[in-house]
């Protein structure tokens, strides 16, 4: 199919799509918000799944 509006004269700039090696090696992971965000979803799912009047 051709594209007959498409400009090939345009420039890709590679450094905006690069990750570099240091950019994930000197990321910080915020585990303990990672770990809050887990076991919210699992209490919520867990609650939503057994009806109240279940529950001992």
């Known amino acids: 199919m051709q594209t007959p509006d ?4 345009i420039l890709f700039d590679e450094d ?3 990750i570099e090696w ?3 090696e000197h990321a910080e992971m915020d585990y303990e918000n990672y ?3 887990i076991e919210s979803f699992f209490r919520e799912d867990f609650e939503d ?3 109240e009047e279940n529950i001992y």
């Open 6 to 9: 498409h400009n090939s004269d």
């Open 16 to 18: 905006l799509y690069t």
């Open 22 to 24: 240091s950019d994930i």
């Open 35 to 37: 770990l809050n965000d």
């Open 49 to 51: 799944a057994i009806p």
